[in-house]
């Protein structure tokens, strides 16, 4: 989950990314990516949502995309032929391409021990329950709608 409004876009979170999982820094690659743009809101942060139907695993032409009991989408980078089948359909743009090992790939959550939240100066990043997601989102939603704490 990302606090959007502590969000400074310095990119710590990406660069670390990208070391860990390439061992080089490689921003453009990484798991998670700080997008800047012009206008009032030129920041998005791109990562996975492991969403609860992913339509990345129904688009992957070979069956190497898919969810865990645990909730997770998972990859297996062998048998990917890097297609980018799982890119197009992605609503996020999560997956993206890795050019040294020629596969596709997204956050895998550090087998659940994410660095980018460990890194993250400002504290924007968390990893959390789904339930506990939810939760902050529908009072954020009440406090922006009705004021104070609902």
């Known amino acids: 989950m990302i606090e959007r409004s502590k969000c400074g876009g310095c990119g710590v979170c990406q660069a670390l990314c990208s070391l860990k999982r390439a061992g080089e820094v490689r ?9 800047r743009y012009a206008g009032a809101d030129g920041l998005n942060v791109v990562y996975c949502q492991h969403c609860a139907d992913p339509v990345c695993v129904t688009a ?10 645990d ?10 032929f890097a297609c980018g089948a ?16 020629d596969v596709y790939v997204t956050c895998d959550l550090c087998g659940g021990d994410p660095l980018c939240v460990k890194v993250c100066p400002t504290g ?3 990893y959390l329950e789904e339930a506990e997601i939810s939760r902050r989102f529908r009072e954020g939603h009440a406090r922006e709608r009705f004021g104070g704490n609902r």
Request: charged share 25%; hydrophobic share 40%.
């Open 27 to 35: 921003p453009g690659e990484s798991a998670i990516r700080v997008e």
């Open 60 to 69: 992957c032409l070979k069956g190497v995309v898919d969810r865990g009991a």
């Open 86 to 101: 799982c890119e197009v359909m992605c609503p996020f743009g999560a997956p993206v391409y890795d050019s040294v090992r």
């Open 71 to 80: 909730g997770a989408v998972t990859r297996r980078e062998e048998g990917c």
């Open 124 to 126: 924007a990043l968390a």
